[in-house]
């Protein structure tokens, strides 16, 4: 029996925030697929510093990179997962800068090209309609894309979760629309799905790993003759 | 042994187009699989209507009420395992009819009957320079797949898809650029690469999914009645 491992990230700082319920609605969606395992981080209360571009010495033995921080704990997690759910709440009208900071401290793993073929998914969450959502989503899979992952979406038409934040620090009630297809769409619903959908993406893909390996088939230093 | 499916269309216009090119290194990254079989489709000179949204797709035979040459996109669409769409770029995105085709893939990707779930995608944007809008074109190509519950796949050498720059010789030759890690880049051996990583990843998929059936593990039906 294959393991999957999921894993939750929530780049909010608030108590309860509404990205984390989220998440975790996310990975309770991945944990209905057999063989699932979950875990989730929160990187409130984190010391993570950012990159240090200039530095250039990553990767670093043990640590990856030279700046001792908690992000030592996120680096391990990431390595751990099969698959990946980011969910980060929306700053002007993008990703907040916690989110961005781990994934920018993230070059040593693009190096040593330890998150190849995970599969990811995006959630955001603003405090509107119109805050940002999108942006914050395309650049969470941008980050997947460019690191060689594969991304995955499409819960009832839309690219990734956009949820909408009330003050009471609960996703409930004023996030429901009514849409054409599906009828009535709330923020939770469709974070459930999207966990299951990443979950079986990475299932599937995982079991075809085992038949043959991704990394044997392609490599980027490959001469094209 | 079951043939893995990859299709390749340009949406560019021109006789000879740059994207044509790199979509076609494309496939010829994915042909250096094995098993691999590969489709081009050029959007020249094929008249495609754009969506009314007259809200009667799944017509039956034809997909959509229209019938124009947009049936052959969706057989091939269909067809295909895993899929290379490249685009030129027209102020600062993808072009019309690129969008057309995206538009009017709602009869095959509606939620009663989903047929482009589990394909695996990649994206190509070429423009007349370096920061005309290859990003955006990639990114709103990615987020169709996304949409219909696609895959997305890229990362080669660092893009999050091909952006290429062309010349008006309709040649990509002055597009090099150097790169500390990679050396010389060129957007044909990224979109060589791109090729091959989407072929590798549908060939994986497609593996993986002889043995799990996704269908059964994601069955929207089921799905919610599961979280109570």
Redesign the interface.
Known sequence: MICIKILGISSSLRVGSNTSILVNDALKGASTIDGVVTKFISLRGKDIKPCVVDCDRCPVEETYCVQKDDMQEIYEALIWADGMILGTPVYSQTLNAQMKIMMERCKPLERLELLRFKINGAIAVGAGRNQGQEYAIHAIQNFFISNMMLTVGGVRGAVGVSGVASQENTIHNKDIIQHGDFGRISAEENAFLLGKFVATWTKVFKEGSSIIDPNNLFSGNENQD | MERIRILGISSSPRAGSNTTILVKWALK?AMT?EGIETKFIPLRKKLIFPCVDCDCCNVEGTYCVQKDDMQEIYNALIWADGMILGTPIYYQTLNAQMKIIIERCRPIC??SGNLL??K?GGAIAVGGGRNHGQEYAI?TI??FF????????????????VAGVANAEGVIREDVIHSEI?GDIKS??NA??LG??V???T???????L??N?DD??D?KK??S??K
């Not at chain 2, 949409?147 to 893009?159: E, F, K, N, Y």
């Not at chain 2, 060939?203 to 999914?209: D, E, H, I, P, Q």
């Open positions: 990254g699989l509606r939620k779930r589990y695996v990114s990615h987020d996304n949409i219909v519950g696609m895959a997305t796949v890229g990362g080669v050498r660092g893009d999050v898809g990679y044909e051996e060589f690469l091959k990583l072929a590798t990843c060939k994986v998929f497609r593996k993986g999914s043995i799990v996704p593990l994601y929207m799905a919610l599961k979280q």
